[in-house]
């Protein structure tokens, strides 16, 4: 099975590289894809891929789930991790994913991302998905074909996908670790990116969390 790996991404131009051979360092090759979803505007990004490792880029103005759907729909791959710029993989993650999908009823597969938002596995942050799953029945609840809502604007992506995964009981852990470095726990610096993207709207987005949660909950 190979895995897509999408990277929605803003203004972080000097992200790209180091993230692009982090994975290429940890990930066997041929067995992946790495995709990078730029804004229109963003030339810096566009030339830190080309110069980066094995990896190429798509152009997707708007929210980090658009971007994220824009990259599944630029992808073929069996598995799918949506993930962000600020992660950092460690040895043997895709042995440890691969591991678990070995059961055919597991759909998505949770990952460390050495946090507390994942230290007690009720909620995964980087979950990888198959891709059947997101086209049928859909690994966000009432549209088929999106990895995350489109009607989020950043927050809740992964919590509609690992939740609704964990109700209908196709959720399962993973030993792989994807680092999450952030400035929630005090690995990185904020940066403008953060402030453009985090927590906004995030009133709407918990709003149509609890919504869709109450309409597969009945």
Same mark, same amino acid.
């Given at each position: ?12 131009p000097?992200? &790209?590289g ?8 940890t990930?066997?090759?041929?067995s992946?894809? @790495?995709?990078?979803? @730029?804004?229109h505007?963003? /030339?810096?990004?566009?030339?830190a891929?080309?110069?980066?490792? #094995?990896?190429?880029?798509?152009l997707?103005?708007g $929210?980090y789930? !658009?971007?994220t759907?824009a ?5 073929n ?11 950092? #993989?460690?040895?043997g993650?895709?042995e ?6 070995? =059961?055919?009823?597991? /759909?998505v597969?949770?990952?460390d991302?050495t ?7 009720t909620h995964a942050?980087?979950p ?5 799953? &997101?086209? =049928?029945?859909?690994?966000t609840?009432g ?5 995350f809502?489109?009607?989020? !604007? +950043? ?8 939740q ?17 470095? +952030?400035?929630?726990?005090? $690995?990185?610096?904020l940066? =403008? $990116? ?8 995030w009133?709407? =987005?918990?709003?149509?969390?609890? /919504?869709v949660?109450?309409?597969w909950s009945?």
């Open positions: 099975m190979n895995v897509g790996i999408l990277v929605p991404t803003l203004d972080r000097e992200s &790209i180091p993230l692009a051979s982090n994975i290429a360092d990930t066997p090759l041929g992946y894809s @790495l995709i990078f979803v @730029l804004d505007g963003d /030339q810096a990004s566009r030339e891929v080309k110069a980066a490792e #094995f990896c190429r880029y798509i997707c103005d $929210t789930p !658009r971007k759907n990259g599944y729909a630029a992808s791959d069996d598995l799918i991790l949506p993930t962000a710029d600020d992660v950092w #993989f460690r040895e993650w895709l440890a994913v691969e591991d678990v999908f070995t =059961d055919p009823h597991v /759909q597969v949770g990952t991302d946090t507390p938002a994942t230290a007690d596995r942050t980087m990888v998905i198959r891709r059947e799953y &997101i086209e =049928d029945p859909g690994c609840w549209r088929p074909g999106e990895v809502d489109s009607r989020l !604007r +950043h927050n809740f992506c992964e919590t509609i996908v690992w609704l995964a964990e109700h209908r009981g196709v959720a399962a852990w993973s030993d792989a670790v994807i680092e999450h470095r +952030h400035p929630d726990w005090g $690995t990185r610096e940066d =403008d $990116t953060d402030r453009k993207g985090n927590r906004q709207g009133d709407e =987005d918990r709003a149509l969390f609890e /919504q949660k109450a309409e009945r």
